[in-house]
Structure formats: structure tokens, C-alpha cells
């Protein structure tokens, strides 16, 4: 079964400043789709950005971009000029491409943005 | 906005008194999911339908049931609630199976007394 590893419980960013997100996940499967999913406090989760393995160029939206490394099994989330609005939980979320819809979150990182 | 809505945001129940927790899209999608989200962890699914098609997790306690009258609809019925079973309960959609997005709603907080 695949799993997703996100081992930065907590992280801290000052406000305009950049950071990354961790994230590592372990499968067996060469086609998948990766997630990373905001949830800010009693808020809705909301996507953030979705990248498909077999794409080798890396997602970007807007100040949010991945680093995908496929063999590595490795998918951080780079969050630049970072905001105070974007103090949230976040989760890397792995999906295989076949009919399975067993979506696999990993357990999460608590950004905080400090002004 | 199209969107996903639960009722209620928040939900207070007895120990062992049925109760259910409503979900409804305008996104016309095809899946609906319901997961389990307990405090500072991942959500974790229950079951989700493809059309009328019912899916359910292999480690979904029996105590939790769902309904999906109508595309736009989905109920997840907890019958007998215990104590552990007090969590944030998300519904989410997509508009097909995989690789599709999932949309999610602003979940139903449940508390068991």
C-alpha cells in the first residue's frame, strides 16, 4: 500500500520570505498523481497544486511550486513571498491513476507565517 | 459558486443516538467521498460512491453507513456514535474516478457526549 510521509510537523516562515514543505511518499506504481491541500483553520481543505508523475516538468501556481523528483519519490512544495494568509495546515496527498480512488494523505505540516 | 455544502458545521449527539451528517454538491459531480478527520491528523477515508455505485474502506467500522439518494446528495449515518467517533467528518467530490481533483466541503465537527 502506498504511503505518504510528511515529516515536518510544524514549520515557520517569516512573512515575504520563502519555504519548503517536505514530503516523501512510497509506491510501487509509475503512473500517480500528487496533491498538496491547504487547510486553514476552520476553513475548508482547498487544493493547492496537483502534479502528474509522468510529467518531468515541475507544477507551478502562481507563488506555490513543487519540486518532484520522481526517483527520490520526493514532492516538496515551495511556498514564495510567503503571506500571512497562507498560515495553514498543509497535506501531500498521493492518488493512484488507475480506478483506485483511495486518495493517501500524509499526516500533515502546521505552517505559521509570522509578520 | 458551485460548491460542496455539509450540514450541520457542527453536530452534538448522545452516546449511541443515531445521527446523520448531510452533504450536497452543485458541482454535478459523479463521486462523492466521506472521510474521517480526527484532531491533528490526516483525513482518513470511509467510503466513497461512484453514481449509485456504494465503496466501502475495508477498516470502515460497520457503525458507519451512507446514503446517496441523488447525485446532488450524500448522508453518512453514524448509528450507534461512541466516543471515538468524535471527529471532523469531510465530504468531498470529484467528477470522476482517478486522477481527478476531489473538491472538499467545509466538514461537520461532531461531538459525542
Known amino acids: 500500500a502506498q504511503t505518504v510521509t510528511q515529516s515536518q510537523p510544524e514549520m515557520s516562515v517569516q512573512e515575504a520570505e520563502t519555504v519548503t514543505l517536505s514530503c516523501t511518499y512510497d509506491?510501487?506504481?509509475?503512473?500517480?498523481?500528487l496533491f498538496w491541500y491547504k487547510q486553514p483553520p476552520s476553513r475548508q481543505m482547498i487544493l493547492v497544486i496537483r502534479?502528474?508523475?509522468?510529467?518531468?516538468q515541475n507544477a507551478t501556481e502562481n507563488r506555490f511550486s513543487v519540486n518532484f523528483q520522481k526517483a527520490a519519490k520526493s514532492f516538496s512544495l515551495k511556498i514564495s513571498d510567503s503571506q500571512l494568509g497562507d498560515a495553514a495546515m498543509y497535506f501531500c496527498?498521493?492518488?493512484?491513476?488507475?480506478?483506485?480512488?483511495?486518495?493517501?494523505f500524509g499526516a500533515g505540516t502546521r505552517l505559521t507565517v509570522k509578520p | 459558486d458551485a460548491m460542496v455544502i455539509q450540514n450541520p458545521r457542527y453536530q452534538v449527539t448522545q452516546f449511541g443516538k443515531p445521527v446523520t451528517l448531510s452533504c450536497s454538491q452543485t458541482?454535478?459531480?459523479?463521486?462523492m467521498y466521506w472521510y474521517q478527520q480526527k484532531s491533528s491528523q490526516a483525513p482518513k477515508l470511509l467510503f466513497h460512491?461512484?453514481?449509485?455505485?456504494?465503496?466501502n474502506e475495508a477498516d470502515t467500522p460497520d457503525n458507519f453507513q451512507s446514503r446517496r439518494p441523488n447525485t446532488s446528495f450524500c448522508f453518512l449515518d453514524i448509528r450507534s456514535p461512541g466516543l471515538g467517533d468524535a471527529a471532523m467528518y469531510l465530504c468531498?467530490?470529484?467528477?470522476?474516478?482517478?486522477?481527478?481533483?476531489?473538491?472538499f466541503g467545509p466538514g461537520t465537527r461532531l461531538l459525542v457526549l
Open positions: 468531498a467530490t470529484s467528477r470522476d474516478r482517478a486522477p481527478e481533483t476531489q473538491y
Open positions: 496527498a498521493y492518488r493512484s491513476a488507475d480506478n483506485n480512488n483511495d486518495m493517501r
Open positions: 502534479q502528474e508523475a509522468y510529467k518531468q
Open positions: 458541482l454535478n459531480h459523479n463521486v
Open positions: 509506491t510501487s506504481e509509475s503512473d500517480y498523481y
Open positions: 460512491y461512484y453514481d449509485k455505485d456504494f465503496n
